[in-house]
């Protein structure tokens, strides 16, 4: 599969280096609105300061956007207009109409669209989806859950640069820990039945005058697991000053804690000692997260499928919460 990159970020270092470490996919073409960016690429790459004379001359089967959040929409309306596959780094757009308006612009011209849900392809997720698929621990049924994201991106009054090209604290980590809930409440399965996760409350703090949509935002849903109800909290959050990113899972018989930032699991089942798991490898966690994504993409791009559902039902729940 050949790709090509739009938005040569921060985030497209970590998705060039995923590149190299993935069979079947191959770096074609890229495209910044900044020239300066082309360095960054390798020799084999061809740099393109124009997007339509990209989109008219690229070979390429895909288009990976990596540019600010707030441009998703009109850029990948953009490659979607040229009949041409889009592929949208996480969240898709940032409202309800948006995402509608994408989803029937690709569907009109029959073209998948995918979104790059990275975190939930976290090392430790895996992990944890292969121990439950196993029946490795006798934990029970899934009773609750609670997912925090948060990072430093609110000091001193101030946004700081990392919260640059970033939505807002919710539409930015909401996306993530949902697409990671949806990979661990149906261990059996990278899609997730609308019925089995559920908009209870949504809370949201925003500034006036700071350019982002929310420095924190906290959502409540219903799950069904097991045909049983159970209830769960995300919390994501710019103003806490760190970078702390943890779900846990209580089940029955004990709880699951992974983090995100850290790549490892802790299991306390009650009446036995705690278990610590670290996953890190030598590679940073965001080259892990887009390894695979691309798994995902090459084994969905041969089978002609897309993740337009889960795209739906993730952002459906992600922008209730904003609306609640
Ligand atoms: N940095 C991270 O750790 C991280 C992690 C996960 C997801 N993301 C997401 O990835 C996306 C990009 O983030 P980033 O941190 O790489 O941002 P960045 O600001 O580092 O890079 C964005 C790049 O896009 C270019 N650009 C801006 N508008 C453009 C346009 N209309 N057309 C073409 N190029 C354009 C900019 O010149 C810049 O090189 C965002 O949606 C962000 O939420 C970032």
């Known amino acids: ?3 090509a990159l739009i938005g040569i970020g921060k985030i497209a270092n970590y998705q060039m280096q995923a590149i190299t470490h993935t069979e079947g996919i191959q770096l074609v073409d890229a495209h910044d609105l900044d020239p300066v960016k082309a360095e960054e690429l390798p020799g084999s790459v061809t740099f393109y ?4 004379i990209l989109l008219k001359r690229s070979k390429a089967d895909a288009f990976l956007i990596s540019t600010p959040t707030n441009s998703h929409f009109e850029v990948a309306m953009k490659v979607i207009e ?9 969240p898709l757009c940032t409202n309800q109409e948006q995402m509608d308006a994408l989803m029937t612009a690709a569907r009109t ?3 998948p669209l995918y979104t790059a849900f990275h975190p939930s392809y976290g090392r430790e997720v895996d992990w944890w989806r292969e121990q439950r698929e196993a029946q490795n621990f006798d934990v029970g049924r899934l009773i609750g859950f609670e997912s925090c994201f948060a990072d430093p991106y609110f000091m001193d009054g101030k946004l700081t640069l ?4 970033k939505a807002g604290a919710w539409i930015d980590s909401g996306a993530s820990s949902l697409s990671i809930l949806a990979r661990l409440i149906n261990p059996g399965s990278c899609l997730i039945d609308p019925d089995t996760l559920a908009l209870v409350d949504g809370r949201m703090t925003a500034i006036p005058d700071l350019k982002c949509a929310q420095v924190q935002g906290l959502g409540i849903y219903r799950f069904k697991a097991g045909g049983h109800n159970g209830y769960g909290m995300v919390d994501t959050n710019w103003t806490l000053g760190k970078n702390y990113k943890t779900t846990r899972l209580w089940y029955e018989n004990g709880v699951i804690e992974l983090d995100h930032a850290k790549e490892y699991g802790r299991l306390r089942l009650a ?3 705690e278990l610590v798991f670290n996953l890190a490898t030598d ?5 892990n997260h887009y390894c695979g994504v691309f798994a995902n993409l090459t084994e969905m791009h041969a089978q002609g499928e897309d993740n337009k559902e889960l795209t739906e039902v993730l952002h459906r729940l992600l922008f209730a919460a904003m609306r609640s």
């Not at 990392?162 to 090209?165: I, K, L, R, S």
């Not at 590679?283 to 080259?287: A, G």
């Open 82 to 90: 040229a009949d041409r596959v889009a592929i949208v780094e996480k």
């Open 49 to 52: 300061d124009n997007l339509d």
């Open 1 to 3: 599969m050949r790709i």
């Open 271 to 273: 009446g036995q000692e």
């Open 109 to 111: 011209r029959k073209l």
């Open 283 to 287: 590679k940073p966690r965001l080259v």
């Open 162 to 165: 990392g919260a640059v090209g």
